[in-house]
């Protein structure tokens, strides 16, 4: 931790890179969709995607059109799909900028439609149906009618249909009777989509656990998010390690104070801790203001002098506490809330668990306040600072 940072999140973007030609080997060398929205689960959504197209990554998938047209800004020319529209767009803007657009409903393909005949190109689109997630996607009741508009519109060329998709809702569940039901019901909308004679390219059903644990579900292209940053959707069934993967984050920062205290101090708000002896204490300049999750209070692990330490007390806007148990690290010293592991600091996994969440969370939420730093070989980054 450099003198003058408070705290940072450093991304390993070998990590990112070698986490993708894993999970490609895994997916028999099929193409690999890298999903880098919400700022690539909080890792940093350009650096991290240019290392997964190093990696090996051939599309990248974003979740609202802000996050597509900034990595079209930012000069990636890598196809991009972007599925998480609502009216008004802005479609036209996405065929401009040759971002794929997924398509749920006839809403959004008429105005997909209006948006072609102004751009004077065709849209490219992805079909996504519900096969059981009962998120977004046409319900297979619906399925027909929306792939007969869209062959209609193929025909007079303003769309094109590149893909037809859809997303699991259990698949981090091996077993779950969701997963054989979705598979069934992907296939039935697939061929219901080839029957009106439509000749999809990309059929794409399987994230990070169905990648990692569905070979069925792997179809002409996998789309995996929270593995390419090195964590395991499915922790019950294995850590990062056992699937080839490494954590790209690792958050730390620099000690506030350190001072003595008596034995029965309170601790932060609402003293829901108190020092059981005459003790050391840390102050750690993190909160949740910073996306460290106030359910961790108490709870949350921490490294700090080489030990792991546990969150004393309540987790407050912009900072905690941990307890030394009489230790004297000095100021500024490094706290490392998690990590690779290597070190023998915490993972975002254990934090997960101490906050009775997933680690998908705990990566995703770290805030803007937090600056990102990358290290790594390579030129994804512009102000690596190296491995
Ligand atoms: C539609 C869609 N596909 C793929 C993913 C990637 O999922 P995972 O991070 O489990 O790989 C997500 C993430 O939520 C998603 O919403």
Redesign the pocket.
Known sequence: MPRGMRAAATVELDAIRQNVAALRRRAGGRPLMA?V?SDAYGHGMVPAARAALEGGASWL?T?VPEEAFGLRAAGVTAPVLC?LWTPGGPFRTAVQNDVDISVSARWALDEVVDAAREAGRPARVHLKADTGLGRNGCMPADWPELVAAVRAAEAEGSVRAVGVWS?FAAADEPGHPSIAAQLTAFRDAVAAAEAAGLRPELRHLA???ATLLLPESHFDMV?????VYGIS?VPDEGGPADFGLRPAMTLSAALANVKEAPAGHGVSYGHTYRTPGSTTLGLVPLGYADGIPRHASSAGPVLVGGKLRTVAGRVAMDQFVVDLGGDLPVVGDEAVLFGPGDRGEPTAEEWARAAGTIA?EIVTRIGVRVPRRYAGRGPAASGEVGS
């Not at 789309?223 to 593995?227: K, L, N, S």
Request: glycine share 12%; proline share 12%.
């Open positions: 999903v929205k998938g979740a599925w997303h994230n990070s656990p789309r995996t998010g929270i593995a959707p998908y």
